[in-house]
């Protein structure tokens, strides 16, 4: 048999298993737990809020410096048609999106997450979800009484560690070894900013290469460090629309924390419609081992905006598949039925407001 028919032959198969593996919808293993000790509880759980998991705190490693060198600072041209060949070649192509609601009750803060990771093969998109519900108070007694009721003086904060222990988890255990991987939302921010760092050698463990996508931000990390932009541009989102046409890129710049040099990233910024540019982000030792692939993967990730080609969701279609998914799993959730069918007797208020 040709060597290259084998080769085929062996790329078919570990799609098939792939597949088997993916088009799922899991449920965290405390998932149950919780909502029963919600129950004995009888916590009242109201209607839920969407939410961002926002790590816009600081979108770089603190004191940390700007590194120019890595190319010619000028504007690089963009192919989408070599993008388009990229993405019908054999490499799977993954994309990660979250999907957040928050329920404020009087005893603590629930959060209802659907982390959604989506494959895209050669006629469609096989999804892979996850459920996740955390309850946290700060009734220290509350939580010690029920195990699966988290008690935490932070809320908020503890909520966005374990959605990153999640995100980490899940995206391992399912993402395809010998992939490329886009995430939405940055490589570094927030408070724990340092979890996913730390995580990148087991990403690439699998030969899985993160790339991270960030479409908001008012960093002026550039514009302050390079003389020339210095109070002309608000951000430097404002600096790459100006310096940029469309289907161009900048060159690629390097921050990295001075105290700690694993706490790094390269990133550029790409302008694919008339719009804001969006910064794309690659761990240091990804952009490293890649180095040779970038420039088409680069092309790829313009290919795949061009295709989604939507000024107000302005993602590579990927993350907006994902985004999709995880909505739309969310809304497969009544918790306030779910409660109910474990024996919840709602409050009189709870009774009225809601029908049960």
Known sequence: MDLSLKQQNTTNIQKRKTMDILN???????????????????????TPMSKDMDFQAYMFPPNGELVTKIEEIKPYDLDAKKGETFAHSNIPICAYDESVVDYSALEGEGYLTSHSMVMLSQDEYIPMNLLTFYFYTRAKKMANEHQSIKYSDFPEVQSKRDYLFDKIEFLLEY????????????????DYYTDMIQAIDRFLAKKILPIFFVKNSESNLVTNNMVKLSYEFNSDMHWA??????????????????HNPDNAKIFCYLKCLDISPQRIEFPVRAYAL?????????????????????????????IAIAERYARETLKLI??????KSSGLVPTMNEGRGFAW
């Open 334 to 339: 009544n918790l306030k039925k779910l409660m």
């Open 175 to 190: 993402t395809p070894p010998d992939s490329i991987l886009f995430i939405d939302g940055p490589l570094i921010g927030g």
């Open 290 to 318: 890649y180095k040779d692939s970038i420039n088409s993967i680069l092309d790829l990730i313009y290919y795949l905006l061009i295709v989604q080609g939507d000024k107000k969701n302005p993602q590579v279609r990927p």
């Open 24 to 46: 799922r919808l899991v449920f965290h293993s405390k998932f149950q737990d919780t909502i029963s000790d919600l129950n004995k509880l009888n916590i009242k759980l109201p």
């Open 241 to 258: 629309f100006n310096f940029l046409k469309i289907g161009q890129r900048t060159n690629f710049f390097k921050y990295i924390d001075k």
